[in-house]
């Protein structure tokens, strides 16, 4: 039996099963179909026969039968997104190194496809391009964002560059290693810091996030701290941390304790034509603080709808981003001059 070397494995790659590799490779091949050809010795690694359930390495080659050859999977050539600007790109990238990328995401920007939005280029697309991906860096692994920010909320999101990468850092998600908070904008005056402990149930067709009280058997555990900051015109602009990532956590459960966010019709906020205020701006992770501040529309609505200069929101939220990465004075002076940095943490 002929076989040909269809793909060998790169360093993304490393540590894969091989019934993913195969399954990939193999495009259309129904996964029964590839389980049975593993087991009838006509899929190989290195030219040997494998099990379904064996790690590939860095270095084998990915080996197929003559006559699966029309199940091969051929990628299309790379589509570059043509508006991306690479130096204007550049200019939002808060950190960077071989396993992640950090960047600041704009208000009304999609992470990745929703299905309905084809005339938008997606933040994943933009990514990409800019890494100049394609599928001859890895047969298993692509570039993607590591956690999500819904469509009109700004700020810090991380992406995965390697798939090294990718495994530390959503582990250290998953294991509560990291620490996010956001600066929103609430509906009323939140006096003192509150800790909402709760439910989320979540309704994926309606996309809509129902918050039930801690007690109720139904949903998953959701904890956010909501500290304010500034209260003015019967608004309040606040740090909120979520100790748990889950979809519209903080916009539901805002509005479950009256203080939806300003703008958020979904969530029973008051109207606005802008719609919310929610900016993802730390991120605490490996000892280190990723910070970034609101775009100036932000702050300009900010000041106009709660009435007050321009210069005090800024400095009410350089204070409160510095004071939760934890070096109030390097991170406060390192504010002022740019709207990103990234600083050591103790």
């Given at each position: 039996m002929e076989f040909k070397t269809v793909a060998t494995v790169k360093k993304d790659d490393d540590g894969k099963r091989c019934?993913?590799?195969?399954?990939?490779?193999?495009?259309?091949m129904p996964l029964s179909r590839i389980y049975r050809e593993i087991r009838s010795g006509f899929l190989r690694i290195n030219g040997r026969r494998t099990k379904q359930d064996a790690r590939v390495a860095e270095g084998d080659t990915v080996d197929v039968a003559a006559p699966l050859m029309?199940?091969?999977?051929?990628?299309?050539?790379?589509?570059?997104?043509?508006?991306?600007?690479?130096?204007?790109?550049?200019?939002?990238?808060?950190?960077?190194?071989d396993n992640?990328?950090?960047?600041?995401?704009?208000?009304?920007?999609?992470?990745?496809?929703?299905g309905?939005?084809?005339?938008?280029?997606?933040?994943?697309r933009i990514v990409k391009d800019y890494l100049g991906f394609s599928r001859e860096d890895s047969i298993a692994f692509a570039p993607g964002p590591l956690h999500r920010l819904d469509r009109n909320t700004?700020?810090?999101?991380?992406?995965?560059?390697?798939?090294?990468?990718?495994?530390?850092?959503?582990?250290?998600?998953?294991?509560?290693e990291t620490r996010k908070c956001?600066?929103?904008?609430?509906?009323?005056?939140?006096?003192?810091?509150?800790?909402?402990?709760?439910?989320?149930?979540?309704?994926?067709?309606?996309?809509?996030?129902?918050?039930?009280?801690?007690?109720?058997?139904?949903?998953?555990?959701?904890?956010?701290?909501?500290?304010?900051?500034?209260?003015?015109?019967?608004?309040?602009?606040a740090q909120v941390e979520i100790k748990t990532g889950r979809t519209h956590q903080i916009r539901a459960q805002a509005s479950y304790h009256?203080?939806?966010?300003?703008?958020?019709l979904k969530y029973h906020g008051s109207p606005n034509d802008s719609g919310y205020y929610l900016h993802s701006c730390c991120i605490i992770a490996d000892g280190k603080a990723y910070t970034g501040m609101p775009g100036q529309d932000f702050i300009t609505d900010i000041s106009?709808?709660?009435?007050?200069?321009?210069?005090?929101?800024?400095?009410?939220?350089?204070?409160?981003?510095?004071?939760?990465?934890?070096?109030?004075?390097?991170?406060?002076?390192?504010?002022?001059?740019?709207?990103?940095?990234?600083?050591?943490?103790?």
């Open positions: 019934d993913r590799i195969f399954r990939i490779v193999l495009g259309e029309e199940f091969v999977h051929t990628q299309e050539p790379k589509k570059t997104v043509p508006t991306i600007n690479r130096g204007a790109f550049q200019k939002r990238i808060i950190y960077e190194d992640i990328l950090i960047l600041n995401k704009k208000k009304g920007e999609l992470v990745h496809p929703d309905k939005s084809g005339s938008f280029t997606t933040l994943d700004s700020g810090m999101i991380a992406f995965g560059k390697t798939a090294q990468g990718a495994r530390d850092f959503s582990m250290a998600l998953q294991n509560r956001y600066i929103a904008l609430l509906d009323g005056t939140l006096s003192q810091q509150a800790m909402w402990h709760d439910r989320l149930l979540r309704d994926n067709n309606a996309n809509y996030s129902q918050i039930l009280p801690l007690k109720s058997t139904q949903g998953d555990e959701v904890i956010t701290i909501a500290t304010p900051f500034l209260c003015s015109n019967g608004l309040t602009l009256k203080h939806p966010l300003t703008g958020d106009i709808l709660m009435c007050c200069s321009k210069n005090k929101v800024i400095s009410a939220i350089e204070n409160t981003i510095a004071s939760f990465a934890g070096e109030t004075h390097q991170s406060s002076n390192i504010c002022k001059n740019s709207p990103y940095s990234v600083i050591e943490t103790s």
